[in-house]
Nanobody, 126 residues
Framework: QVQLVESGGGWVQAGGSLRLSCAASGRTVSSYTMGWFRQAPGKEREFVATTTWRRGNTYYADYADSVNGRFTIYRDNAKNSVYLQMNSLKPEDTAVYYC????????????????WGQGTQVTVSS
């Protein structure tokens, strides 16, 4: 089992930045696919970003079109953690953000992930 705990959410004005953290425990997640999803009120949970382990200890990142160029996903394996740096935030980025772990490479759907955190609220005001 992998336990995931998100932190770093909060309120920010449009154009601002936030960094979300996801701390994993129970297993080392350095070789897991790690993802960030978000869910706004009344909407389905949607893919935001993913980072997949590749041979040679490199990682491949993929992003939703809506955040590409503004958000960056990265890991700190020494801390067994993954992060989401969010810049140039927009009101439409307002949602609960979830961290997820799985074993499918470059996974972008919720069904491809096995473990989920409880989420952290991000609110962007205009």
């Amino acid at each position: 089992q992998v336990q995931l705990v998100e932190s770093g959410g909060g309120w920010v004005q449009a154009g601002g930045s936030l960094r979300l953290s996801c701390a994993a425990s129970g297993r080392t997640v350095s070789s897991y696919t790690m993802g960030w999803f978000r869910q706004a009120p009344g909407k389905e949970r949607e893919f935001v970003a993913t980072t997949t382990w590749r041979r040679g200890n490199t990682y491949y990142a993929d992003y939703a079109d809506s955040v590409n160029g503004r958000f960056t996903i990265y890991r700190d394996n020494a801390k067994n953690s993954v992060y989401l740096q969010m810049n140039s935030l927009k009101p439409e980025d307002t949602a609960v953000y979830y961290c997820a772990a799985g074993t499918v490479s470059s996974a972008i759907t919720t069904l491809q992930y096995d473990f989920w955190g409880q989420g952290t609220q991000v609110t962007v005001s205009s």
